[in-house]
């Protein structure tokens, strides 16, 4: 059986499928030497085969991926005996994703179900989407895999906090409740956040949300009131005050500072 689908070139920014496939190998079938300039998986759904990476010779089977990386000569053979099936998904990817797949061979017997589903996007009416979905659910389910193994560093926390803080700036967020978040004792956390930014969490929350909000009045022109509520303030005294600690003004006098036509 041999099975491919070319799709559409949507230029997508992380994630962009490029053809998709299966193939039944016949005893000692060969693809290459080939170098390519895009990112191809391959799911070895059955058998066994032989996978050329630049020289280096590795023996594969049943539920392993072999990664053909973009610039690298590869050539990949079926075994005599068992000859591989396997089901291929080629892309563009992205940095932040690549590091997941650096390895020429990713042992995933979990996948078979994943890959089945990518080659059956020529049933979608938007085959594109479907594998782009799909492929980000493989580096998600990898990336799992992966911390699974790891013990979180002091700067994973510190990422997981300012991600926290970044996101719900604008609700009722306590130092406490982050920490707590993160499976950290409060004073512990305080001390790696400082350690790795040069200040408190709390003082880093109260300036993220003054520069969110000299942002807003700056941008939309909005009232002091309007701003602390969106900001997360209840209390637009208490507002006022830490802005102008901030900024050396009044929201409403720095506000008119900057745009005379708020006067």
């Known amino acids: 059986m041999y099975k491919r689908q070319v799709m559409k070139n949507l230029h997508l920014q992380d994630i962009n499928p490029r053809?998709?496939?299966m193939r039944d190998c016949a005893s000692g079938f060969t693809v290459g030497p080939n170098i390519?300039?895009?990112?191809?998986?391959?799911?070895?759904?059955?058998?066994?085969?032989?996978?050329?990476?630049?020289?280096?010779?590795?023996?594969?089977?049943?539920?392993?991926?072999?990664?053909?990386?973009?610039?690298?000569?590869?050539?990949y053979i079926a075994d005599e005996k068992e000859p591989w099936s396997y089901i291929w998904a080629a892309f563009d990817l992205s940095a932040?994703?690549?590091?997941?797949?650096?390895?020429?061979?990713?042992?995933?017997?979990?996948?078979?179900?994943l890959f089945l589903r990518i080659v059956a996007c020529d049933q979608s009416a938007s085959p594109e989407?479907?594998?782009?979905?799909?492929?980000?659910?493989?580096?998600?389910?990898?990336?799992?895999?992966?911390?699974?193994?790891?013990?979180?560093?002091?700067?994973?926390?510190v990422n997981r906090a300012l991600n926290?803080?970044?996101?719900?700036?604008?609700?009722?967020?306590?130092?406490?409740?982050?920490?707590?978040?993160?499976g950290l004792d409060r004073h512990y956390f305080c001390r790696l956040f400082h350690q790795h930014v040069g200040m408190s969490p709390q003082d880093y929350l109260v300036s993220y949300r003054l520069e969110k909000a000299a942002e807003l009045m700056t941008m939309h022109h909005l009232s002091q009131k309007e701003t602390a509520q969106l900001v997360g303030y209840s209390d637009v005294a208490a507002f006022s005050k830490m802005f102008k600690?901030?900024?050396?003004?009044?929201?409403?006098?720095?506000?008119?500072?900057i745009d005379p036509a708020n006067e």
């Open 19 to 21: 053809v998709c496939g």
């Open 36 to 75: 390519r300039d895009h990112w191809i998986l391959h799911y070895v759904l059955a058998g066994k085969g032989t996978f050329v990476y630049n020289s280096q010779r590795l023996e594969l089977q049943t539920g392993d991926i072999f990664v053909v990386h973009p610039g690298d000569l590869t050539i």
């Open 96 to 113: 932040p994703p690549a590091e997941l797949i650096e390895s020429p061979v990713i042992r995933a017997p979990w996948a078979s179900t």
């Open 129 to 157: 989407w479907a594998v782009c979905a799909l492929l980000h659910e493989f580096f998600a389910l990898l990336a799992q895999q992966r911390d699974a193994s790891a013990r979180p560093t002091s700067a994973d926390y």
């Open 164 to 182: 926290d803080i970044h996101s719900h700036y604008d609700q009722a967020l306590r130092i406490a409740d982050i920490a707590a978040s993160l």
């Open 245 to 257: 600690r901030k900024y050396g003004a009044a929201p409403g006098e720095w506000q008119k500072a």
